[in-house]
């Protein structure tokens, strides 16, 4: 079973910041994959960001990058996602999501939290 709960969205200011903070509760936390999407009215859901152990292995999505970091110190502690330097068209909710290593589809999802960038 695991378990993800997202929080630290908000409204913000063109220009401003935000940090996400998704905890993990798993039997092996260390053997999956934590992701954050997001998704704006009326368009898919996309991938922002995903790590497994360290930021060696994260994966960034170009949209973002220069932007958003995300960061795990363990894998006992909750994965971040530091916004910077965030745009209107940054507002989406905001999940968190996890996948074990070896599969390819996120099958846990936390609940969303909502980011709104005001210009």
């Known amino acids: 079973q695991v378990q993800l709960q997202a929080s630290g969205g908000g409204l913000v200011q063109a220009g401003g910041s935000l940090r996400l903070s998704c905890a993990v509760s798993a039997r092996t936390v260390s053997s999956y994959v934590i992701g954050w999407f997001r998704q704006a009215p009326g368009k898919d859901r996309e991938v922002v960001a995903s790590i497994r152990w360290s930021p060696a292995n994260a994966y960034v999505a170009d949209s973002v990058k220069g932007r958003f970091t995300i960061s795990r110190d363990n894998a006992k502690k909750p994965v971040d996602l530091q916004m910077n330097s965030l745009k209107p068209e940054d507002t989406a909710t905001y999940y968190c999501?996890?996948?074990?290593?070896?599969?390819?589809?996120?099958?846990?999802w936390g609940q969303g939290t909502q980011v709104t960038v005001s210009s």
């Open positions: 999501a996890a996948k074990h290593h070896a599969v390819t589809t996120y099958d846990h």
